[in-house]
């Protein structure tokens, strides 16, 4: 027997991008492991990746072409050849593109998080077509423009530093589910004496393990920002120092502050006034005697209206106190804008003709549905999906299911496992795991170039995104050279060697190595140096009132809340939220029955006063119910949930659930005040107890 060690890289939507070790014995890959000498991951992985070759080999993993011989949505193929395959999607492209290029539409997101399996040769095959642009803004976009407006770009506190913390706010996440390796160094914080807190209107994993848990209704933390920023200003807590030399409007921020009042903040928030004061004199106070302290905020404060105002004014507080003096002091939203990745030369934007209409991942469900108008362009007649699947995680589900059971629409999806929305799809291309390809990775969580090799040969006749779209490009006649780069060659470019950050970065040592730390400063704002147009953190932004947009930190109310919108609220009184579980990753892992069986299935947790109001007892089937739809789920009885606020844990495939939904039945399709975002967490509905 033959055993060989391949070094790889954790390809999924996470912060943490583990490198992995895989373990091959003559040619099956029999282990995936953490690699033990990679800082951030330690030799640990989530329940999840460990159980990586369970899903590579799981007994339906799609190993053929297929093509549809049922109805839409039956899930009812047939194998056919890569030939016929690809002489069927090149006809029926061509002739869409020969009309109306834009009639056809890429659908993808973060299967991948890799450089080269995510978008690169794909993009190059759409630009080439002149198809329509994608807005990919289904997770964290109104985060990132908030962050952008005040610091500049998606840079912040090092995960490797965390530990040295003497407070840590985790502000709007469960890292113990979604973000493991910052959640270990939190505790080794914890054990030398820091002090955790979280900000999350559940009690979720995380806050049950944290010193204190404050619970904000969902969509109001801009408003506690800003009752901080009230008590920190009005105390003096804060450093004038770091504010004058390295912040712009100040004085305009002072006046906007004065506004919200511990009061006012407590009743829009739904917490009390002491909780307010306590937490500013708290993270004001140790700053100010030179303690480090740090906030790790993560997407589910930006999945409202006001989500993107969320995050600006959560980005406020570190420059108001000079936390971002200290290595371990600052915030981390995302990590991703530190790499210095070459994407123009990957994706190739170059080779459009024009630059066609954009159609915004999270209104799909509409968009599938619109005809053919002045203002809209032609109607979508094809839709190639992959790297997603969006008949689970888009919101609005009716609308998305609807649009895909269009006759008229030609629909591909490429692959992995039969999901809800291949199910859906005319022609299903089976794609490669992490385990069968060649990919580079960047982090939003740490601060690491990453390699991943192939461990194994594909399975079946699997091929990788990237060699799909070359043989649909030699199919329809794009000769251009780009086309017939190899994977190798894609990543040995995929990070810009001209700047500095990437210094010494060489694709075959990566290769051999699997990951190699950027070149950052420890505390990257602690003399300034922002990456904003004035070089400062910007509590006044002038490119937001250009934008149209408020310059100063504000309070946008939710769309869906009983101050925002009444009417609505008498019928709908309960607000809901839908975080992931912990044994999936957005839908990724629902299908491994390992997993699925540890999160059991579908569940509402629903605080007692809530439950008891409706006569519904711990383990009865409920339905939760808007105008927009319904699923079903078991209730769980907990406090977990604050009172007027309902947890569905998810993202479920829709045809494992109870009734063959899920939670995204009931979300809307409004999007963020900024960076065109959805709003999953800004949802009102009523639940109700199904009669046996």
């Avoid at 990586?52 to 056919?80: A, M, S």
């Avoid at 917490?271 to 303690?291: N, P, S």
């Avoid at 060659?489 to 970065?505: E, S």
């Avoid at 109001?613 to 789920?633: C, H, K, L, P, Q």
């Amino acid at each position: 027997m033959t055993t060989t060690q391949v070094r790889a890289a954790c390809p999924l939507d996470c912060p943490d991008t583990c490198a992995l070790l895989v373990t091959v014995e003559d040619g099956v890959a029999t282990a995936v492991k953490g690699d033990p000498d990679h800082p951030t991951t330690a030799g640990v992985l989530c329940t999840k990746v460990a159980r990586y070759t369970e899903r590579t080999y799981h007994e339906d993993r799609l190993l053929y072409p297929l093509k549809r011989v049922g109805r839409k949505g039956e899930g009812k193929f047939e194998r056919i050849s890569w030939e016929e395959a690809l002489d069927t999607i090149a006809g029926k492209l061509t002739a869409i593109a020969a009309r109306a290029p834009e009639a056809i539409l890429p659908y993808s997101y973060c299967g991948t998080m890799g450089l080269i399996q995510g978008e690169s040769m794909s993009s190059r095959f759409f630009n080439k077509l002149g198809a329509s642009l994608l807005d990919r803004t289904i997770c964290a976009t109104a985060g990132f423009t908030g962050y952008k407006y005040t610091v500049g770009a998606s840079v912040g506190t090092d995960m490797e530093q965390f530990q040295n913390a003497k407070l840590l706010i985790i502000w709007g996440g469960n890292p113990i589910a979604s973000n493991l390796h910052f959640w270990t160094r939190a505790q080794e914080a914890k054990r030398n004496g820091a002090k955790l807190i979280a900000i999350d209107p559940y009690r979720s994993l995380t806050a049950e393990k944290c010193h204190q848990h404050i619970a904000p209704l969902p969509g109001t933390d801009s408003a506690l920002a800003l009752g901080l920023m009230h008590v920190l200003i009005n105390e003096d807590l804060l450093d004038h120092d770091y504010i004058a030399n390295y912040t712009l409007g100040f004085a305009q921020l002072r006046q906007r502050a004065q506004e919200w009042t511990p009061e006012r903040t407590a009743a829009t928030c739904g917490i009390t006034a002491q909780e307010v004061i306590d937490l500013a004199r708290l993270y004001g106070g140790m700053a100010k005697a030179g303690e480090p302290v740090a906030i790790r905020a993560n997407y589910g404060v930006q999945r409202v209206r006001g989500g993107g105002m969320a995050v600006r004014n959560i980005a406020c507080l570190p420059a108001l106190v000079g936390a971002w003096r200290h290595a371990a002091g600052g915030m981390q939203l995302s990590s991703s804008g530190s790499f210095p990745t070459n994407k123009p030369w990957l994706q190739r934007t170059d080779l459009l003709k024009k630059i066609p209409r954009t159609i915004n991942m999270t209104t799909i469900g509409d968009d599938l549905l619109r005809p053919a108008s002045p203002d809209f362009g032609p109607a979508v007649e094809a839709l190639i999906v992959y790297n997603s699947n969006p008949l689970a995680i888009a919101p609005e589900s009716d609308k998305v299911m609807r649009g895909f059971l269009r006759e008229d629409l030609f629909t591909v999806v490429l692959e992995q496992f039969q999901t809800d929305t291949a199910d859906y799809a005319d022609i299903v291309l089976p794609a490669t795991t992490q385990l069968e390809h060649i990919d580079a990775h960047t982090s939003y969580g740490h601060l690491y170039m990453m390699a991943n090799n192939p461990a194994i040969a594909p399975m079946g006749e699997a091929k990788p995104n990237t060699e799909i779209f070359r043989l649909l490009a030699a199919k329809m006649g794009f000769d251009d050279d780009c086309f017939k780069e190899s994977d190798d060659q894609l990543a040995a470019q995929a990070f810009n060697t001209r700047d500095v950050r990437a210094v010494g970065f060489d694709w075959d040592a990566l290769k051999r190595k699997g990951w190699q730390k950027l070149n950052m400063r420890d505390a990257p704002f602690a003399q300034g140096g922002f990456f904003t147009p004035s070089g400062k953190c910007e509590f006044y932004s002038a490119q937001m009132e250009k934008d149209g947009l408020d310059p100063l930190p504000a309070y946008v109310p939710p769309y869906e809340s009983v101050a925002s919108n009444p009417a609505l609220a008498a019928r709908y009184p309960l607000a809901m939220i839908s975080p992931p579980a912990r044994n999936f990753l957005n839908s990724t892992f629902v299908n491994v029955k390992s997993l699925r069986a540890a999160e059991g299935e579908p569940h509402l947790d629903i605080h007692p006063d809530d439950s008891a109001a409706r006569g519904i007892a711990a383990g009865d089937m409920v339905r939760i119910f808007n105008d927009r739809g319904s699923f079903v789920a078991k209730a769980r009885v907990t406090d977990k949930a604050r009172a007027g606020l309902v947890v569905g844990l998810s993202v479920w495939w829709k045809k494992l659930a109870t009734d063959g939904k899920n939670a995204n039945e009931v979300t809307s399709q409004q999007l963020t005040d900024m960076g065109r975002a959805p709003t999953f967490y800004d949802t009102l509905v009523q639940v109700e107890k199904v009669s046996a």
